[in-house]
């Protein structure tokens, strides 16, 4: 059994049973923790099953041999996309245009990976100059810089420019215009399209709704309680 991090960040007992917590709010859709994934370390992942949410929903490998694989980072695990979603890079979920919608990752990745995760249409990652920032339509920053583990949000309304928020860390940018997901195809991902750009996943939410300023800093709260190197 994979080891666990506790609320207040102490890796728990190998044997100690999963205990799955609200992550600052409720009402999610469907969450993804790579701690609860139980293959050795370099194993490939074919598929990530939600552990709780109201939907149970499966990220599947798409396009040929799976590519992702399970690790481990100061005893919390994660999953490793090498990128290229057309060879085994990307974890996908049943086709959705959800607006509104809410997507939190703890992830890291190098500069310029652009598309980490998120709901296709509306993504997560970092642009050439290594900053944080959000797709959707065009491309919005924010004044966040820093290599390992950062915590994003992406919050989209249903309004006539499907507006969105874009968080990283502590730090919040809107954009007045964005775009939904394609009418065929898209839904919850994890991998960049393009090959060589790697990118680690600890943990994946999707809520049904914009969450607010007020929730927004719950789940941010939570996340730093759960993965000591968030700021």
């Given at each position: 059994?994979?080891?666990?991090?506790?609320?207040?960040?102490?890796?728990?007992?190998?044997?100690?049973?999963?205990?799955?917590?609200?992550?600052?709010?409720g009402?999610?859709?469907?969450?993804?923790?790579?701690?609860?994934?139980?293959?050795?370390?370099?194993?490939?992942?074919?598929?990530?099953?939600?552990?709780?949410?109201?939907?149970?929903?499966?990220?599947?490998n798409?396009?040929?041999?799976?590519?992702?694989?399970?690790?481990?980072?100061?005893?919390?695990?994660?999953?490793?996309?090498?990128?290229?979603?057309?060879n085994?890079?990307?974890?996908?979920?049943?086709?959705?245009?959800?607006?509104?919608?809410?997507?939190?990752?703890?992830?890291?990745?190098?500069?310029?990976?652009?598309?980490?995760?998120?709901?296709?249409?509306?993504?997560?990652?970092?642009?050439?100059?290594?900053?944080?920032?959000?797709?959707?339509?065009?491309?919005?920053?924010?004044?966040?810089?820093?290599?390992?583990?950062?915590?994003?949000?992406?919050?989209?309304?249903?309004?006539?420019?499907?507006?969105?928020?874009?968080?990283?860390d502590?730090?919040?940018?809107?954009d007045?215009?964005?775009?939904?997901?394609?009418?065929?195809?898209?839904?919850?991902?994890?991998?960049?399209?393009?090959?060589?750009?790697?990118?680690?996943?600890?943990?994946?939410?999707?809520?049904?709704?914009?969450?607010?300023?007020?929730d927004?800093?719950?789940?941010?709260?939570?996340?730093?309680?759960?993965?000591?190197?968030?700021?």
């Amino acid at each position: 059994m994979s080891k666990l991090v506790t609320a207040v960040g102490a890796v728990a007992s190998s044997t100690a049973p999963r205990i799955i917590r609200t992550p600052g709010v409720g009402g999610y859709a469907a969450r993804f923790i790579a701690n609860h994934l139980d293959a050795p370390d370099g194993a490939l992942v074919a598929s990530w099953n939600s552990v709780a949410g109201s939907v149970p929903t499966t990220l599947n490998n798409v396009g040929g041999t799976p590519a992702v694989t399970l690790g481990t980072e100061n005893g919390i695990r994660h999953l490793y996309s090498p990128g290229d979603s057309l060879n085994g890079g990307r974890l996908l979920g049943t086709h959705t245009t959800q607006r509104p919608m809410t997507i939190a990752a703890v992830f890291k990745s190098a500069a310029n990976v652009v598309n980490v995760a998120g709901m296709t249409g509306t993504t997560v990652g970092r642009n050439s100059s290594g900053f944080y920032q959000g797709t959707s339509g065009s491309a919005t920053a924010t004044t966040v810089n820093h290599d390992g583990w950062v915590f994003m949000m992406v919050a989209q309304a249903a309004d006539a420019g499907f507006s969105f928020v874009l968080r990283a860390d502590g730090t919040e940018v809107a954009d007045p215009s964005g775009v939904t997901a394609a009418g065929t195809f898209g839904g919850i991902y994890f991998g960049a399209s393009a090959a060589g750009q790697a990118s680690y996943i600890r943990e994946l939410i999707y809520w049904p709704t914009q969450l607010n300023l007020a929730d927004r800093n719950k789940v941010h709260e939570y996340m730093k309680s759960r993965y000591p190197e968030l700021l």
